[in-house]
């Protein structure tokens, strides 16, 4: 059974940085995706980036691309998410997703990583993200 827990979250104010972490265990094939959502009050939850282990095929929403910066480290099967220029816009809860499925990757690849909160079974609790003007 999947785990995952995230860590990292906390107030900041614009332009600011902060790295979330996600632990992970409980995987069974050797390549899986993994990702970082997030959740606004009131909004859907979307994708912000997302990567492939054991494989290739790093992708992020255009809403942080160039700002956010996804990575994993496979000896402590830990996922990051390196977070600078922060915005007010990115005040949000942030969840740490994993899904071993086959589809997952072509998933991400046609609708892209924004949208691809369904292919996604495995989640954590999340950690909150708070940025100040």
């Known amino acids: 059974q999947v785990q995952l827990v995230e860590s990292g979250g906390g107030s900041v104010q614009a332009g600011g940085s902060l790295r979330l972490s996600c632990a992970a265990s409980?995987?069974?094939?050797?390549?899986?995706?993994m990702a970082w959502f997030r959740q606004a009050p009131g909004k859907e939850r979307e994708g912000v980036a997302s990567i492939y282990i054991g494989g290739v095929g790093t992708y992020y929403s255009d809403s942080v691309k160039g700002r956010f910066t996804i990575s994993h480290d496979s000896a402590k099967n830990t996922l990051y998410l390196q977070m600078d220029s922060l915005k007010p816009e990115d005040t949000a809860m942030y969840y740490c997703?994993?899904?071993?499925?086959?589809?997952?990757?072509?998933?991400?690849?046609?609708?892209?990583?924004?949208?691809?909160?369904?292919?996604?079974?495995?989640w954590g609790q999340g950690t909150q993200v708070t940025v100040s003007s």
């Open positions: 997703a994993a899904d071993e499925g086959s589809y997952t990757q072509p998933g991400i690849q046609r609708l892209g990583v924004a949208a691809s909160r369904d292919y996604f079974w495995n």
């Open positions: 409980g995987f069974t094939f050797p390549t899986y995706s």
